[in-house]
Structures are given as C-alpha cells and as structure tokens.
C-alpha cells in the first residue's frame, strides 16, 4: 500500500495523472478510511479537471498567442517573447502543430512573416519548422499558402539569423516532399497522394533565381548554395534517378557561375561572403560527381566553356576578369570542366599577362587562377617554363602581403610538381627549404587576416612533399599550433580544412606508397627510364619521430575538430585524408591511448560511416587498431561502442587486404568477449559467415583470428545452435583444429569445444562420428606440455564421459584410462587432476572400471 502510494506521487509528478489515480483508487479500496488517502485522490482529481480544460482550449490559447504577436499595441516585449517560445514548443509535438494547423495558423504565420520585425519572423519561422516535420501533405499546403517566392525572399534578406531560420525550413520542407517520392504507394493510397515533384521543381528554381539576384544578401545567397549542394545530388550511388542534378545543371549552372566568377570589389558584383565562392564550387562539384554517363558531362562541359567564353569575348577588361574567375571556380570543384575551359583559346594567355597588371584586384584574380591551374603536372610543367620567373618577379617587387602570398602558392605548386620523388628537384637546392620557411612565417603572423593565412597553409600542403621542408615543419611547434587553429576556425574560411588535412597527410606519409618490383626496377634501368627515389627523410624511423611530434602538439584535437564542422568543405576526399592522418597516428599501440583520450575515438566513428571507399576503409583499420590494444569499453564508452561494430564487420570482404581482414578479426575478438548484446550486433551485421570463411584461410594468422572470434562468438546461443545443424562440417573443423601444430590455434578450437560440448551433450555424442582421429587429438591434448591445452582437453573429456555411456566406453576402452589415472594424480595441476578425477568417478559409476580400494 505504501509502495502504491508513493508510486502514485511519482507519477502526479511526471505528469502521468491517469496512473497515479489508478494506483491511488487501489490504496482507497484497501484501505478506505485512511483521510490521506481520500485527501490525495481529491485533489489529484481536480488536477485531472483542470488538465483537461486546459486541453479543450488549445484553439483558444493558440488565438491567444497569435493575438499577442500580431497586436501592434502590445509593448510588452517578454510578453512577445513568452508566446512565440509557447507557439515554437506547441508546433514541436504532432497533436499542437495539428492544432496550429487547424486554427488558421498557417495564415497568421503568414501575416508574422510579412511584419519584417526578425524576432516574430524567426518564431514564425520555427513554428513553421514544427508543422512541415516530417508531414508531406501539411508541408504541401503550407508551401501552396506560403508561395515559393515569399520563402526565397526571407531567405535573401539582410538578417543572418533570419535567412538561417528560413534555410532550416527549406531543408525541412526539402526533406518531407522528397520522403513522398521515395515512398511507393500502391491501389487506392495513390489516388490521394498528391505529386510532389512540381514543389521541389518550383522552390529549387526560386533558390537558383536568388542566386543570381542582386537584391539577395550575401549570407542569403551562401545558405542558398548549401541548402542546394545538400538537397539536389543524390544521397549514394545506389540511387539510380539522378534527374535533379541534370534539370538543375540545364536551368541553373549558368546561375551558379554567376556566383563562382563575382570578383569581390568590382562594380554592379554581386554581393558575396568570403565562402560564396567555395560553396559554388562545392556544388558544382557534387553536381558534376552525380552525371552518370558521357553524354551528360559533355553536356556540363558545354554550358561552362559557353558561359565563359561569353565573359571572355563580347566584353572589356572587366569581362575577363570574370571568365578567369569563373575558370578559378570550376578548377575549384569539377576540376575537368576547368581544365577543358582553360584549354579555351587566349585563356592562359590572359591569365599569364594579367599577373604583371599593375592593379591588385586584378592581379589577385589572375595569380589565383593560375595557383589553381598548375594542380595538374602536365600544367604545372607549362608554367614552370612560362610563369616561374613571372611569379618571383611579384613574389619579391609586389607591396601587398595578400599578393604575394598567392604568388609563393603558386611557386610552391610548381617547386613539388616532382611529387615524393627525390631525383625531380623543379628548383635549385634550398629553394623550397626557403619558401617553407616563409609560408610558416606568414602562418604564424596573426597580423595577417585568416583568410591569407590559409594561403601559407596551402603553400606547405604542396611544399610537405619535400621530407626537408616536412622535418623542419614539424620542429616548429609554433607553426603547427596556428595551423591547427586554423583548422579548429575551419567554419570562417572552409577551403583551410583540404590543405591541413593534405599537409598532415605529407608530414605522417600516410598517403598510398607501392613498392616496385626489382625486376621492373632493373627493367626501367636497362631502358634508361626514370626511375622515382625515395628521400633519405622518408624512412620509417624519420616518419616515427615526425608522427611524435604531431601528437605532443596537438593534432589530434584539431582533426576532430575539423570532422565535427558541418559544412560543405569537408567533402568525402576531405574525409579520407583524415582517416588516412589518423591511421598514421595509430599505428605504433602506445600512441593510441593518447588519440583516444584527445577524442580520436569518437571522430573515427562518423568517418567509417561515410565518405570514399579508401577513407571508410582507413578509418575502420583505424578503430580496429584501438579496439585491439585498448580495453573498448574504455575507448568507446556508453553506446558508441555499439556503432564500432559496423566498420570493424566491414574489413572482413574479400575486397579488403589479408592485414585489414586480420585486424578486423583481432578487434571483433576482443568485442564478442565483452557481452551478449555486442555478440547480438555483430551477428546481425552477419559477420559470423565471413568469420567462418576467414577460418579456412591458408594464412596462419588470419585462421588463427577468425577460429579465436568464433571461440568468443560461441558463447551466443544463435552461433551454438550452427555446431548443433546437421550436415554441418563446422565441428568436424573444431575437432581437427584441436589437433593442429599451431598452439594458439589448439587453445582456441580446444577452448569451443570445451564449451560447447559443456552445453549441449548432443555434440558430446557427434565427435566420434566427425573424424576417425578424434581419440588421438584428445590425447594430444591430455599430454600437451601446456597446462591449458591439458584443461581443456581434460574438460571435453569429462563431458563426453557425462553424456552417454556408450562414448565413455569408447574413451576408457583406449589408453584415456591410463593418461586420466597419471593425470588424476598429478598436485602441480590442480585444474586438470580435478577434471580428471570427475571422468573417473563417472566411469565408475557406469561400472565401465572398479574403484581401487584403499584409495580416493
């Protein structure tokens, strides 16, 4: 009754009414003069009243609120305030946001929207948030009340917050219509299901126009390129319909460029962040990754080469400078478009005689474009012959800091065209070592704005190709914490999170290196070919040393950082980087305590889920890696440890290399030992027929691996109930392996069936009939020199005696008597003379053998 009591107080406080009367009726039918009792049940039932009146007037308060906000007499501003959080909290839950919805509350919204005040915007905005959640009709007609045009407007104002708020609601909106295309209704539900597509159509025309629109404000604009680099291309490849992007690339690219070629500080430009740019070419490249076949990159091809050419030709000076800055755009994102485009006639020439122009902004632009231009190393040789000498010449006699910064970018492209190889040196002994030396100068000055700043970065992620300049950087302690704290600011200036990622890369030399085969070595020398060197500084000591060196000043703690930042320019070759800086990191076990402490572990996980193949793959040998010398319930704490077990489940394909499929193995070893509930995981990722395929592998190790998971895996009834299947070989297998050279092998197979044949005797009786050797590798086991291969053979043949007499006489018809009576006897091992001794008593007992009087 007590326990009722309190439970019912309990509960009036969750706000659970209904129950805590129920409990609290019981306590009065037990005991019905109790006054506390009564009293409690009085006052509990005049809450439920007033619970429900305040329900039935939902409709009133909803008006109440709408009221408060649309009245201009009202001064009160936390009066204001209290509504629109009221109204925010109430479109939250699906019954309020049906209520708002029902009470003409779209129309009042409507009627907050056009106030232009930002704070009742902002609440119109994010109650419209609650209704279109994951409603398509509701979404539907609001967007039909709203109108396409009203919403792109609201996104294009001045108001950052404002136009935030608005790109939240596209998305939501975005994310609710495109549910009911991919849903597949079938019969009648198709009759009342209304197309969505036309919306999706109009409300990405409306974004692509507000691009263009000089009205629009610059944050506007950027929210506009995001929300469409997140909506339009497809989400995998495994989606085939791809429509979006080509309908967008044929009404819009044009729109897009528009963006991609504004030069900052000309006349009638349109107004830009410092990002605009790298969104445009973000989305340009996502659009471009999403075309599926020739025809439709021919197509993208076409529209940019005409945009440009449309600059280049029909204007002045200023038109140029637009075509060359579009170029810029395009090398940026889909760098073969841009490449095709600079191929155009006069192009480079343009480009090349604008860096001498005696005006900065012109010369900003054109430096920039040809930074970018000499990615590609046929280019870069070009320029090296053409440019060079151009950009020294700006490099020593420009003024501007800004200037001359992109003109040592650019020399530091050219100077590591030769890559990793030792013997292409592109200029003099020294050089690079010089320009380095500046690029960390520059990136220490905090004089100098972040956004020049992150052209020193970009410097050194081509200079780091040289092991000098890699040796010197990471001695300068100062030099990596500023870039590290670039990185760690990535949401200012986004393209810095590519070039720290590229140098990290360079410095751990985590990119891919194969070895040549000799012969082809001797090949290449016979024929007088070139043949690539290795730097002294590259060898894996140096690379050791240099990995030390990044851990103690922080590294870790920027790179996850840089995989939290939700934006754009993390792309999925962005994503492998890291994984490869953090496969790097990991790769000697006394450094992996220190990257999971930093948060090494919990970023390791987002980058397993999603990115490149390659990157995906780095990362999850990266998890296995900690999981394997690390306690993971320490390394993963909570529920994360759960989300380890897909990327560990994904190194065992075929696809994968004999060392990660090993370290996958080794990891989920150490996972399927932990509990029941990571055992249930693992098999429902179905790794267990991977595991089985891995333990007929001809590589020691990996059999070794994959016989020890499934040893841990055993333990899960669903895995036990796989050695009970008939027709199966997988004990015939256990049994065989109990018997193998390898000792770990012996321990782990022994160590099943030990346990296996402890739980179900039906296995005890089937190991006779599996393999004609069966007696023989018991024995092996019972006179191993190793006290724990002689436990768990003492213990298989202490359950095989306790199933069935027939399989105890097999036993003691052999020379297992003679081996248990020594054994029995035996007080250094006390484990296995107890084992022993129960085999005997049980064959005792059947009267297979007689006591011995006078002893035990």
Known sequence: MKALFRRSQALQKLGRLDQAVSDLQRCVSLEPKNKAFQEALRALGSSMHEKMKTMSCTDSKVQQMFQILLDPEEKDADKKQKAAQNLIVLAREEAGAEKIFQSDGVRLLTQLLDTAKADLMLAALRTLVGLCSGHRSRTMAILAELGAPRLSAVLGVEHEQVSLAACNLLHVMFDS?????????????????????????????HLLELLALEGASAHGRDNALNLLIKVVPR??????NNSMSLWVIDQGLKKILEVGSTVCGAPGSLPVTENSRMSASVLLSKLYDDLKCDAERENFHHLCEDYVRSWFEGHELAGKL??????????????????????LEGIMDSVLSLCASVCEAHQLVAVEALIHAADKAKRASFITANGVSLLKEIYKHSER??????????????????????????????STMKLAKQCRKWLCNEAIDAGTRRWAVEGLAYLTFDADVKEEFVEDKAAMQAMFHLAKAGSEDRSVLYAVASTLVNCTNSYDHEEPDPQMLELAKYAKQHIPEQHPKDKPDFVKRRVRKLLAAGVVSALACMVKS???ALTNSCRELISRVFLAL??????????????????????SLEGTEVGQTKAAQALAKITITSNPEMAFPGERIYEVVRPLVSLLHLQRTGLENFEGLMALTNLAGISERLRQKILKEKAVPMIEGYMFEEHELIRLAATECMCNMAMSKEVQELFLAEGSDRLKLMVLYSGEEDE?????????????TALHPPICKRIPQVTVHWLEILQ?????????????????????????????????????????SVLAKDKDKPRVAQAAKESLAQAVAYGLIKPNPGQE
Do not use: W, Y
Request: hydrophobic residues 45%; contains cysteine; glycine residues 10%.
């Open 177 to 205: 219509l495109k549910e009911g295309l991919q849903k597949d209704f079938r019969g009648k539900e198709d009759a009342v299901v209304l197309d969505s597509s036309k919306d999706l159509k109009l409300l990405i025309k």
């Open 235 to 240: 989400k995998s490849p495994k989606e085939t």
């Open 322 to 343: 637009r075509a060359i800055q579009a170029v810029s755009c395009l090398l940026q994102g889909p760098s073969d478009a841009g490449n095709r485009v600079l191929e």
């Open 401 to 430: 800091d800004s200037i001359r910064i992109r003109a040592l970018v650019g020399l530091c492209k050219l100077g590591s065209a030769g890559g990793t190889d030792f013997s292409m040196k592109q200029f003099a002994e020294g």
């Open 566 to 568: 939700e934006n754009p």
């Open 586 to 607: 990991v790769e000697e076990a006394e450094d992996r305590g220190g990257v999971v402490a930093q948060g090494g572990g919990k970023a390791l996980i987002p980058l």
């Open 744 to 756: 770990k092998l012996r321990r782990a197979a022994s160590g099943t069936l030990a346990m296996l």
């Open 780 to 820: 092996a086991l019972l006179l191993s020199p190793s006290v724990e291969l002689q436990h768990r053979g003492a213990v298989v043949v202490m359950n095989m005696m306790a199933a069935e007499r027939e399989v105890a006489a097999q036993l003691i018809a052999s020379e297992m008597l003679e081996i248990l």
